[in-house]
């Protein structure tokens, strides 16, 4: 038992440091540079390694998972890619007292050039990694309005791409939209996607943070939960999604017995 255990701990251990292994460099060589010089350095093809293909797409390698990141910041600037790598160093747990301090730091000076280059998608992560990581209660109850807001636009847009065109003549075009959205992310605008049947947990988690107002209202919170689960069973955009997804991992309903 005891031998098991501590092969469990050795690959807990390897698992852990393969997410984060050469952050210190990685962050070093964006830390030796003020924001005014990475705003002026324009990401091009060249400065680029070759996108690391993989069946798994959350890749563990962090050196790989920049690399393959850095490629949808071409023809931004280093601050916007900067921006991105401390979000993925954050969701790895990676420093994140010193992480978030930067982060909030960056939001700080350059807010209003980051809401003006960064596309929804980015500002959306990053009004995840404040609620995650402010001790701001106020912040956090604010921007997970807009983290609300987008991702049942996404649900509702979702439905609208399912239905689009179904008549009578094109019901298989149905079929095919939803075997589309369980293969892979399909693009919406500015950087969102559908949401991707199957794997997507962007409601599991916005149910979390949710979950995490408890201790500063607990009545709120529980009116909170108890409409956007009501909503699971109606007939709204969620359940349709809800049922089509198969994936217990990142389902975001409480079943109801």
């Given at each position: 038992m005891t031998t098991s255990s501590n092969w469990y701990r050795k690959l807990t251990l390897l698992f852990k440091s393969e997410k984060?292994?050469?952050?210190?460099?990685?962050?070093r060589a964006f830390t030796n540079k003020n924001m005014d010089e990475m705003k002026?350095?324009?990401?091009?093809?060249?400065?680029?390694?070759?996108?690391?293909?993989s069946n798994n797409t959350r890749i563990k390698d962090l050196t790989r998972h920049l690399d393959n990141?850095?490629?949808q910041f071409i023809g931004q600037s280093e601050l916007c890619f900067?921006?991105?790598?401390?979000?993925?160093?954050?969701?790895?747990?990676?420093?994140?007292?010193?992480?978030?301090?930067e982060f909030e730091m960056i939001w700080t000076i350059e807010s209003d050039y980051l809401l003006n280059n960064l596309s929804l998608r980015w500002i959306i992560s990053a009004c995840d990694t404040f609620i995650d990581h402010t001790e701001d209660t106020t912040r956090a109850a604010i921007l997970m309005n807009v983290t609300t807001l987008i991702n049942t636009l996404k649900?509702?847009?979702?439905?609208?791409f399912l239905q689009l065109n179904n008549t009578i003549e094109q019901e298989t075009l149905l079929e095919d939209k939803i075997n589309a959205l369980y293969r892979t992310h399909l693009?919406?605008?500015?950087?969102?996607?559908?949401?991707?049947?199957?794997?997507?947990?962007?409601?599991k988690n916005m149910r979390l943070r949710y979950q995490q107002f408890y201790d500063l209202d607990k009545?709120?919170?529980?009116?909170?939960?108890?409409?956007?689960?009501?909503?699971?069973?109606?007939?709204?955009?969620?359940s349709t999604l809800r049922a089509l997804h198969k994936d217990n991992k990142s389902k975001w309903w409480v079943d109801s017995y």
């Open positions: 984060t292994l050469n952050a210190n460099t990685i962050i002026v350095i324009i990401i091009t093809e060249t400065m680029c390694e070759p996108i690391n293909s990141l850095k490629h900067y921006h991105a790598t401390l979000i993925v160093l954050l969701r790895r747990d990676y420093k994140p007292k010193e992480t978030f301090a649900v509702y847009e979702t439905k609208q693009p919406l605008y500015d950087s969102l996607t559908y949401f991707r049947i199957g794997t997507d947990d962007t409601l009545l709120a919170t529980t009116m909170l939960l108890f409409v956007f689960d009501r909503l699971q069973n109606n007939d709204s955009a969620f």
